[in-house]
């Protein structure tokens, strides 16, 4: 089965991210996932796996809450399949979510516009943004400055805010001019960036200075992820977001907070910024919004901008036909509606902090460089045989390519293992797992990593 589709895969589907012509009966096989069941997936042979990875970090719930989620969809689609939220037209599926949404975000934040996944809600943020200085007589702010290393989509305007070449350089110039600051990732930096006053500093000066460099009169926004996920689960120092803000204020640009991954639950909030103190402008969602039952992004305003954008006559000229489509803010809330009862975010609480402990005793391990992260989003940074940690080619081949990967799969766990400068081995697991399998998960990679280590001893 898996070879036939394999097969029809590599005449017919063009795969995001993948080198398609190496796909097919005579090159790389094709991983089919053919169906879920509570945290678990299983391909096309009948095989198991833990879904270590939440599909792309979307399914918070796993996939045991079908009936649910059908049979809100089904009285939506009976009831009103589709009608836009365009030209002053909508439909309460999409005003209820909206509604929904403005309880659960912080304080202050009250507006959702709704598109159909993460980089039109980025796109979204800057659009905005765009708007808000214009109308207040500041239309020169028309730069971004978001974070080396950070993804935020690859939507031509997404991609603007992204510094790695091999993603951007095919595309030529970016779209929006963009300046890019440091990252949180303090792992290989100097002893005292351990201190998180210090480091915390040193972040926000560097974005200061190039704040006044360019002109703070030319900056529209900054955008970050509370945790960020290139880069593997960067988390940011103590007072860091209280001090984005501080110069948000200051230099009247807006914040925007990246939580299409580290929303609805992922680092144990409905925003992961709530557990940093973020007081953002605009949060920008997708993937958890609906738990991967169905495609959705969104992009929640803040009440001063809202009030500038929404002031009579000012038109918000920008929209997707499907945003808010009302199959998918139907599933949304009753996506919501399962994670309250079930109580998903206090899962995440109560068991972080075995799974933090699992994670952190991978630190021992010479092949393991750094260990991050929060809730259930981990990361583990990988060293080689090279002085200073590095890889070899032969040692990367081996071990980052060929053997953690593969074993990985084949003791059952999906897993990201990102075959980057630094390498790195990722999880997000699915927010209702318990105690037993999170155990699992860091007991499959202690004995990955703990092979791999042995190997790269040799
Ligand atoms: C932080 C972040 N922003 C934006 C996006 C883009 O989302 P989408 O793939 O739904 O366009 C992603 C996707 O992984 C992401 O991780």
Known sequence: MTTDLS?????HLLLNMTSNGSLGPDGEGLFVVRSGEGPYVRDDDGTRYIDGLSGLYCCQLGYSYADEIAEAAGKQLRELSFSPLWSASAHPAAIELAQRLAGLAPAGIEHTFFSSGGAEAVETAWKIARRYHALRGEPGRAKVLARRGAYH????????????PGLTEPYGPPAIDTRFVANTNRHGLFPEMANDAVFTAHLLGEIEDTVLAEGPDTIAMLIAEPVQNRGGCITPPEGYWQGLRTLADRYGFLLVADEVITGFGRLGEWFGGIRYGAESDLITVAKGITAGYAPMGATLVGQRVAEVINQPGAVLNHGYTFGGHPLSAAISLRTLEIMERDQVLQNVRDLEGGLANGMA?????????????????????????????????AARQALVVD???????????LARVYNRAAPLLQIAPPLISDRPLLDRITEIIADTLDEASRALAR
Do not use: C, H
Request: proline fraction near 5%; avoid cysteine; hydrophobic fraction near 50%.
């Open 361 to 393: 005793a991978l630190a021992g391990l010479p092949i393991v460089a750094d260990v991050r992260g929060a809730g259930f989003f981990y990361a583990v940074q990988l060293a080689g045989d090279q002085p200073g940690g590095g890889f070899s080619d």
């Open 7 to 11: 097969a029809v895969a590599a005449k």
């Open 153 to 164: 989509g690859l939507t031509v305007g997404a991609l603007s805010f992204t510094d790695d």
């Open 403 to 413: 053997l953690i990967p593969r074993r990985l799969r084949e003791a059952g766990l």
